[in-house]
Protein backbone atom coordinates (compact mmCIF):
# COMPACT_ATOMS: atom_id res chain seq x y z
CA UNK A 1 0.00 0.00 0.00
CA UNK A 2 1.54 3.49 -1.07
CA UNK A 3 1.55 6.43 0.90
CA UNK A 4 -0.35 8.79 0.13
CA UNK A 5 1.00 12.70 0.84
CA UNK A 6 -1.34 15.73 1.08
CA UNK A 7 -1.09 18.12 -1.51
CA UNK A 8 0.10 22.10 -1.78
CA UNK A 9 -3.28 22.80 -1.73
CA UNK A 10 -4.83 20.32 0.77
CA UNK A 11 -1.78 22.12 3.54
CA UNK A 12 -2.76 25.18 2.59
CA UNK A 13 -6.65 24.51 3.11
CA UNK A 14 -5.89 23.09 6.58
CA UNK A 15 -2.95 25.80 7.37
CA UNK A 16 -6.19 28.43 7.45
CA UNK A 17 -9.17 25.98 9.07
CA UNK A 18 -6.44 26.82 12.85
CA UNK A 19 -8.26 28.00 15.49
CA UNK A 20 -7.39 29.87 18.86
CA UNK A 21 -8.80 31.39 22.16
CA UNK A 22 -7.79 35.18 22.16
CA UNK A 23 -7.79 36.87 25.52
CA UNK A 24 -8.97 40.62 24.96
CA UNK A 25 -8.41 43.89 27.08
CA UNK A 26 -8.61 47.44 26.25
CA UNK A 27 -6.95 48.29 23.28
CA UNK A 28 -6.25 44.83 21.92
CA UNK A 29 -5.74 44.29 18.87
CA UNK A 30 -6.70 40.16 17.54
CA UNK A 31 -3.61 38.85 15.43
CA UNK A 32 -4.67 36.44 12.82
CA UNK A 33 -1.84 34.45 12.78
CA UNK A 34 -3.02 31.93 10.04
CA UNK A 35 -6.62 31.37 12.06
CA UNK A 36 -9.71 31.46 10.72
CA UNK A 37 -12.35 31.12 13.97
CA UNK A 38 -11.27 33.13 16.64
CA UNK A 39 -13.19 32.44 20.04
CA UNK A 40 -12.65 35.85 22.13
CA UNK A 41 -12.36 35.56 25.84
CA UNK A 42 -13.20 39.02 27.33
CA UNK A 43 -10.34 39.28 30.60
CA UNK A 44 -11.27 43.79 31.03
CA UNK A 45 -14.41 45.34 32.50
CA UNK A 46 -17.03 46.75 30.71
CA UNK A 47 -16.80 49.02 27.58
CA UNK A 48 -14.04 48.30 26.16
CA UNK A 49 -12.92 48.31 22.21
CA UNK A 50 -11.06 45.80 20.44
CA UNK A 51 -9.84 45.67 16.54
CA UNK A 52 -8.50 43.37 14.39
CA UNK A 53 -5.48 43.00 12.73
CA UNK A 54 -5.42 43.61 8.84
CA UNK A 55 -6.00 40.78 6.64
CA UNK A 56 -2.75 39.20 4.88
CA UNK A 57 -4.63 38.00 1.60
CA UNK A 58 -7.39 39.35 0.12
CA UNK A 59 -10.98 37.22 0.28
CA UNK A 60 -9.88 36.06 3.90
CA UNK A 61 -12.94 34.51 5.68
CA UNK A 62 -12.73 35.03 9.37
CA UNK A 63 -14.67 34.24 12.30
CA UNK A 64 -15.33 35.75 15.53
CA UNK A 65 -17.26 33.82 18.39
CA UNK A 66 -17.77 34.87 21.98
CA UNK A 67 -16.38 32.57 24.66
CA UNK A 68 -17.94 32.04 28.63
CA UNK A 69 -17.03 35.42 30.05
CA UNK A 70 -16.72 37.20 26.55
CA UNK A 71 -19.39 40.05 26.15
CA UNK A 72 -18.03 43.15 27.58
CA UNK A 73 -15.77 44.33 24.51
CA UNK A 74 -16.93 46.26 21.21
CA UNK A 75 -16.00 45.88 17.48
CA UNK A 76 -16.56 49.94 16.27
CA UNK A 77 -17.64 50.00 12.58
CA UNK A 78 -14.51 52.34 11.96
CA UNK A 79 -11.16 51.83 11.20
CA UNK A 80 -10.35 49.07 9.16
CA UNK A 81 -13.99 47.16 9.61
CA UNK A 82 -16.86 47.92 7.82
CA UNK A 83 -20.06 46.48 9.58
CA UNK A 84 -23.43 46.04 8.20
CA UNK A 85 -25.30 47.40 11.20
CA UNK A 86 -24.17 49.08 14.04
CA UNK A 87 -20.73 48.10 15.94
CA UNK A 88 -21.04 44.68 16.97
CA UNK A 89 -21.58 44.57 21.10
CA UNK A 90 -21.51 40.65 21.70
CA UNK A 91 -22.75 39.97 25.28
CA UNK A 92 -23.83 36.38 25.03
CA UNK A 93 -22.00 32.88 24.89
CA UNK A 94 -21.89 32.28 21.20
CA UNK A 95 -22.44 35.25 19.47
CA UNK A 96 -20.92 35.32 16.41
CA UNK A 97 -19.63 37.63 13.22
CA UNK A 98 -18.25 36.45 9.99
CA UNK A 99 -16.24 38.83 8.05
CA UNK A 100 -13.86 39.04 4.73
CA UNK A 101 -11.04 41.12 3.87
CA UNK A 102 -11.05 43.37 1.07
CA UNK A 103 -7.43 44.64 -0.14
CA UNK A 104 -8.60 46.76 -2.25
CA UNK A 105 -10.62 48.71 0.05
CA UNK A 106 -8.34 47.51 3.41
CA UNK A 107 -10.97 46.60 5.57
CA UNK A 108 -13.09 43.78 7.13
CA UNK A 109 -16.38 43.51 5.05
CA UNK A 110 -19.29 41.91 7.37
CA UNK A 111 -21.02 38.91 6.19
CA UNK A 112 -23.27 38.23 8.73
CA UNK A 113 -23.24 38.12 12.61
CA UNK A 114 -25.84 36.50 15.41
CA UNK A 115 -26.47 38.43 18.34
Not at 33 to 48: K, M, Q
Not at 57 to 78: C, M, S
Not at 86 to 96: A, I, K
Amino acid sequence: MAIRYPTQREQNITQYIADSTINVSSGTVIPLENRTLIRINSTGPSGFDFTLEDGDRDGLYLILVTEATAGHGHLRKTGNCSLLKNDWNPHQVGHTLGVIWNAALGKWLELHRRD
